[in-house]
């Protein structure tokens, strides 16, 4: 079956992170997130992937190229990031026959991707606690019968996992009208495809959807999780690797280090020495992380360097940002509630009790500057020495 894969949109709600890379682009482990899409995709026994770019399209063209895996991509512009319906409309003209839609910032379960592509026309599905926050399904006798978006009143709690299994008439039906919130959705062509077929729900027990940063760290933790020790890397005798850790070719690892895994240290890193890295973290290419600083459950992107006497936990870093000496990321609130953080202008909780800081790419902070949880500091900002950092910059 044919896999048409969504990654034209930036990612509003992930900013400052999509500032120079759009999201799917962003690392989660060793690929970038839509890799993750397009290998469950593969996995499942794709044939063919057509991915749909808009948003600084360049990168995910250069990452998957003609081939990638042995089999076939090939790409669909859209222009105007009008909806997910609009995104699949543009790649129509490569469509015949069946054909399934991802979302190109989904982690899935290749299992239930496999399941969907062989019951389709179908819909993944997976059972929350909360389903107000989700399209809904109703089902009735093993078939979906409605999809509801954001029910006051949930019908079930099985809400929409973002992939489907179309019949090859649902590219008649691409061409929906705006929803109220003015976007062309893929749920209204579901709503057709369940009214004139029998759509099947094929529950997963494990999938992600990567919208806000803390998103990204959890696909992290979700990713890393699944590594295997691999040392490869330049690691130094007196260094101690517990776990999955995995050391890349041509990353450095100095005496004194400690690295509790999962951890990935990719290549051109380097570490120490003295440093202590507590799973789940990235560092990415060519970060450096120094003397007596310890990093805990983060992502350090391409780049960045965290060099003295620095603590950072449960933060997402972008590129090539640099941490004076002695900056400090607190991540525990003194009153125990879920950090908040800010989401296009508004202040939302991230529904976890840790979480630090969230830096776009060029940030260079002061020396012993310390900044508190929850925090968001947009691209290229700096702090000034001995800064108490407790407002978003
Ligand atoms: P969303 O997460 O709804 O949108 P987004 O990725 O642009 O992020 P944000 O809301 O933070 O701005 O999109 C779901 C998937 O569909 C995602 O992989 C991007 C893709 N998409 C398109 O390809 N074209 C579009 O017009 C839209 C809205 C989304």
Known sequence: MKAVVLAAGEGTRIRPLSGSVPKPMLPVADRPLVAHTVDAAIDAGADEIVLVVGYESETVREFFGATYRGVSVSYAVQTDQNGTADAVNAASEHLDGPFAVLNGDNLYDPAAIAALFDSCPAVCAIEVENPRNYGVLSTDDGTVVDIVEKPADPP???????????????????????????????????ARVIDEF?????TTDRWMDVGRPWELLEANEWKLGELDRRIEGEVSDAAQLEGAVVVEEGATVKPGVVVEGPALIRSGATVGPNAYVRGATLLGEDVSVGNAVEIKNSVLSRGTSVSHLSYVGDSVLGRDINFGAGTTVANLRHDDEAVKFTVKGERISTDRRKFGVVAGDGVKTGINTSLTPGLKLDTAATTRPGEVVERDR
Not at 170 to 184: M, Q
């Open 198 to 202: 029998a759509v099947t729900p094929v």
């Open 156 to 190: 079930t709690n099985l809400a929409n996992a973002g992939a489907y299994a179309f019949p090859e008439r649902a590219r008649d039906w691409l061409d929906v009208p705006a929803s109220e919130r003015g976007e062309h959705e893929i749920t209204d062509v579901l």
